[in-house]
């Protein structure tokens, strides 16, 4: 490796999150399937070679919560991720094939410095395409990710899956990865998160809990399980779940998912707030938090707790219809009924569909259940302003 590289792979290590974004085809053109592979694997092997890369998953996410759509990226479309994230290096990048040699380029950025490093390239057939991702990775890292031998059928058919119109389709697809490569962790995490995506939440179970676990993305199976858990209904399994990851690593988003469990466990004593309340000490500006806290309050029974924190979620999402149907909820349990039905005439206007909503409803399920641990998107907004610490409670 040359002297730049190791340059460029102890900054990528020290940088905390990488995010990728899918390389773009020729004459920048739609990513197409050979995009999208590159999208889900090349995040799982930066981080089987120990980096922090974002899960494609979780950076769609990020772009939807963004309001951004397109198949390509822009720059300022990836600074706004990486803001969102905290992440340090953008790596963007291409695709192109010609005489039957695959060229994949990928161009990585530094944010703080706003700054593009020298591009890596890595070329051969293009049955050699895992590799080629594989090659590009222990570049980026320094080290080799020892990623698993994986057949060509399977990595293409993860890539058609991935790149499918419409979600059914995109199921189907990633699902004949699977059935091409038993065990494949990439097709099995896209797979289980597409079905989670969709409201199939046993199905994405049956998934997680079939072959395909691999020790580096554990902790992150383990998490979407109990996300899916909580969709189902059942709360203590779902606490007993958080709880264990809470004991090896307390992160906000464990925090805010067993809260959710606890809310709603009817033999539980409470402390979702507080759970809450500690995930805010850990993650202060991440967007979905407040409302989180807020909501919490409210169902506990708090609603002058819950009126402030849902006030601050309204403020920086004034767009939000259910943080304002919250927040009218918790609005008639204090002397605030005008505003009350300012909040909800908002909501139904934003949300036609919550007309019939009007009256608070605690056991109403309005609490927002994250489906990963760095799925907690900050608020570059929040994080800006200087009135913050004044408005904390």
Request: hydrophobic share 45%.
């Amino acid at each position: 490796m040359s002297a730049a590289g190791l340059l460029l792979a102890a900054a990528l290590a020290a940088s905390g999150r990488v995010v990728v974004f899918p390389p773009a085809g020729p004459d920048r053109g739609a990513p197409g399937w050979i995009g999208a592979a590159v999208e889900e694997t090349l995040p799982r092997a930066l981080q089987r070679a120990g980096i922090k890369a974002l899960p494609a998953s979780d950076r769609r996410r990020a772009l939807e919560a963004l309001g951004i759509t397109g198949p390509l990226a822009t720059r300022a479309t990836g600074v706004r991720v990486a803001d969102a994230f905290e992440a340090r290096y953008i790596l963007f990048g291409s695709w192109d094939l010609g005489a039957g040699e695959l060229a994949l380029t990928l161009e990585p950025f530094d944010v703080a410095a706003a700054e593009r490093q020298a591009p890596l390239v890595a070329k051969g057939p293009l049955e050699d395409l895992g590799r080629l991702v594989a090659e590009l990775a222990r570049e980026l890292a320094g080290r080799d990710p020892a990623s698993p031998s994986v057949p060509f059928a399977a990595l293409r058919a993860l890539g058609e899956g991935l790149a499918g119109r419409d979600p059914q389709s995109r199921i189907e697809g990633v699902g004949r990865a699977l059935a091409l490569h038993a065990g494949y962790p990439e097709a099995t995490l896209a797979l289980a998160r597409l079905l989670y995506d969709n409201g199939r939440f046993a199905e994405a179970r049956e998934v997680l809990a079939g072959p395909g676990q691999e020790a580096t993305f554990e902790r992150e199976r383990i998490f979407l399980d109990g996300a899916c858990l909580l969709y189902l209904g059942r709360h203590p399994e779902a606490d007993v779940v958080y709880a264990r990851l809470a004991a090896s690593d307390p992160t906000a988003s464990v925090l805010a998912n067993r809260a959710i469990a606890r809310l709603r466990r009817p033999d539980a004593a409470g402390g979702s707030s507080t759970l809450l309340r500690q995930a805010l000490e850990k993650a202060p500006f991440a967007s979905e938090l407040p409302f989180g806290l807020g909501f919490a309050h409210f169902v506990e029974g708090d609603a002058e707790a819950a009126v402030f924190w849902l006030r601050d979620a309204v403020r920086y999402a004034p767009s939000d219809a259910r943080a304002r149907l919250a927040l009218s909820w918790a609005l008639r349990g204090t002397a605030q009924a005008d505003e009350a039905d300012e909040q909800w005439r908002a909501a139904k206007a934003l949300d036609p569909t919550l007309e019939s909503e009007r009256l608070a409803d605690p056991k109403r399920r309005l609490e927002r259940i994250l489906p990963s641990e760095t799925a907690l998107l900050l608020d570059p907004e929040r994080r800006s302003d200087p009135r913050r610490v004044l408005r904390e409670r």
